[in-house]
Every structure is written in C-alpha cells, then in structure tokens.
C-alpha cells in the first residue's frame, strides 16, 4: 500500500458516506490530494442504486432538448472515463430510432440540441440503421448515431476503490452510519456499528462528505439538514440474448421502456419511473411493469417478446427536486454540492447528490473542491488524466 506523502492535505482526516460510484470516485479524488481518508458502507460496496443500474456510458443525448445541463456533464465526461477507465467499458455508441410520425418530427430539435450541446451526430437512413442494428423494428425510419457506451457498473466504481486504496483509503464495508457526532453546530464524526462484529463505535474527522445517493436525505437529517432528495425507482429487465450491439435509445423525450442496452449475452429494457418517500420503498417490481416494458421496448426490437427473460429489478434514482413533478421524467439529471456551513449553519459536513454514474467523477472533483476550500487548501484534482488500477488490484494483495 502506498502512503501519501506529506504535506497539508495529511493533516485532515476526511470521512465519506456512502460506498457507490460516487463515493468511490470522491475517495479517490480526495486521497490523490493527499487527505487521510475513511469511507463507510452500511453494506458491501456498489450494493445500492450503483448496482442496480442498467450501464449506459451516457452521452448526453437522451437530455440534450430538455436538460443541457445533464448533457453537458455527460458528454464531457463520458470523454474522460474513456481515459481513465477503458477496461470498464464498452464503446459501442447508441441509436436514437424513429419509429412514428411523433419521432421523426422530433429529430430536428433533438439533432440542433445535440448539437448546442457539444454532442456529435450521424443521422441515418432507415436502411443505414437496419445494416448497422438488424434485429431493429423494420417500421424504423431514421436513426441518429451518438457516442453512447456500456460501462460494467461494478467494475467501474472497484477500479476508483482500487486507485484509492492503493493511495492509503480506508475503505469500510458493513458499517453503517447510526449517527454524526457534533461539537457547537459543527460535525466533527460519525457514529457507526460494524455490522459483522456488531460492535459501535466513533470515527472522528475534521469533515463528513455525505455520498449517500437516494439515503443522502437521510443522512443530511441526522445533522439536522435538509437535502432534497426524491428517491425515484424505476425497474428494469433484462433477457437472454444481445439483441443490439449498440445502445438501442427511441428518439422522443425520455420515458417508459425506452432504451436497450446490450450487457454481455444480454439485453437490458428500462426504465419505468415513480416517486418514494424512502429508497427502501423501492424494493419490488410493481405488478405489470415487466409486462409492459418488454412491449413497448418490442416496439423498438420486436425479438424482446420471445426472448427468456433473465431476470427483473429495482433502481432508485437519487434525483433533486421537490414533490410537484408526478414521475420524475421533467426533473434534472445534474447534480448539486451543498456546502451546509453556508446554507445551514452546520460546519463540518458537505453533501453532495443528483447526477449519473457517468458523470461520477466530476461530481467528486466538485465535492473535493468544496472540501478544500473549506479547509482552506488548494491541491489540484488529478483525477481528469490518472489512469484507474484495474479492478482486479482490489484483491490483489501488499
């Protein structure tokens, strides 16, 4: 294990909640930067939305007419985990495919948005897009190429926990956050039980980074906060077979059953949306939401309806908004740092919530950034060009 130099960062102790992608990647950023970092996770890493989610690589392009700023992030970093995290991938692109009057018409504005955005196109004809993608519908008519992905939802965020690790982070798993222990308005640790040993005890740390996902409302309340989190579920399913090789997307704003995306020997259909008051809500598929995801995303590939299905799950989005929105299709996908010393009189504590697990990265370099400022450091983030260790180096040994 390597030991950070030293040098001003080392003297702070940085504790981050919250072992998804996002975590990960805030471990990793802040230990690059040389803090003493601990991340506690109240189950095994990756086991909560992170795990859930079907995989696309984003690039923008399913936001590009109604949330550019979920686009914007997207793109720029779907470019940069291709840097740092290609073994994790799959750069296969995406079809946006027309198959109704509805569609085509839309492809205009999708098309100047895309553009506005930064986000390269290829528009094809329904013929191009049969050559390319033969199981599609052959009612398509047109498709628009976008640099869409897959990406491992597993192995991506173990490559960010491996290159954090081999930087010292302490990363524990099973533990899970009882309390914030405070001192004078300000939080200065966590109170946990380690759920193998079940033993309690405190953590101390100079700031908790709150990177809870759909539970980051939870956490923000035992500080006496408020970060407003709709935990949003939407269930996917996935069957037997690569019926794409490309991210299959319909060319219409985004709803039900909407996107294909090829994992493997496998085909996964999502997503359906509804709100939750608390993410352990959303555990079950609703009754008929298999059923009508696979015939709407048969409208896309009509070989969806005779192929096995493999298996069906839960998700829940960590989206921001407040309960006006019915679905969660009209909320934002960009994601938000609150600095609660600022915005609440609570020193010592920082949430960060929102986003995509392709923009993970930049929502912990805008995390770290706000750590260091309030500590009154400045080390640069590294995290744009450092190539991550392979998975694999998390298991590996001295």
């Not at 704003?253 to 939750?276: E, H, K, Y």
């Not at 299709?329 to 504590?349: K, N, P």
């Amino acid at each position: 294990m390597h030991t950070p130099e030293k040098g001003p960062a080392n003297r702070f102790r940085v504790i981050v909640v919250g072992g998804g992608g996002t975590g990960a990647a805030i471990l990793h950023d802040l230990s690059l930067r040389g803090f003493d970092t601990v991340l506690v996770e109240r189950g095994e890493s990756t086991s909560g939305t992170t795990g859930r989610h079907h995989g696309q690589l984003h690039s923008g392009a399913r936001y590009a007419v109604n949330d550019q700023e979920s686009a914007v992030e997207c793109v720029e970093e779907n470019a940069i985990l291709r840097r740092i995290a290609r073994p994790a991938l799959e750069l296969n692109d995406g079809l946006f495919v027309a198959v109704s009057d509805e569609d085509e018409a839309f492809s205009g504005r999708f098309l100047e948005s895309c553009r506005a955005c930064g986000i390269s196109t290829r528009l094809l004809a329904a013929e191009e897009a049969l050559a390319l993608e033969p199981n599609l519908t052959p009612g398509v008519r047109l498709a628009v190429q976008v640099p869409d992905g897959t990406m491992d939802a597993w192995r991506l965020p173990m490559m960010f926990f491996s290159t954090a690790r081999s930087q010292g982070a302490d990363i524990r798993t099973f533990t899970e956050v009882l309390g914030l222990e405070s001192v004078a308005g300000g939080v200065t640790g966590v109170r946990v039980v380690d759920r193998r040993a079940e033993r309690e005890y405190t953590i101390k740390g100079d700031l908790v980074v709150n990177a809870a996902g759909p539970w980051a409302g939870q956490v923000a309340r035992m500080a006496g906060v408020n970060v407003p989190i709709r935990p949003t579920p939407g269930v996917m399913v996935a069957v037997r077979g690569r019926l794409s090789n490309m991210v299959v997307n319909r060319l219409s704003p985004p709803g039900d059953a909407d996107i294909v995306v090829p994992q493997r020997n496998l085909s996964i259909v999502g997503t359906t949306s509804w709100f939750v008051e608390t993410p352990e809500e959303a555990l079950d598929c609703p009754e008929g939401h298999v059923e009508m995801l696979l015939e709407k995303g048969a409208e896309l590939i009509p070989g969806l309806r005779q192929a096995p299905v493999r298996a069906a799950w839960v998700a829940a989005r960590p989206l921001i908004g407040d309960k006006k929105e019915e679905s969660g299709r009209g909320m934002s996908r960009a994601f938000r740092c609150y600095d609660h010393r600022a915005e609440d009189g609570v020193s010592g504590f920082v949430s960060v919530a929102g986003g995509k697990a392709t923009t993970l990265r930049a929502m912990a370099e805008r995390a770290v950034d706000l750590v260091c400022a309030k500590l009154g450091l400045d080390p640069p983030c590294r995290t744009r060009d450092k190539v991550l260790l392979p998975h694999q180096a998390f298991f590996s040994r001295g």
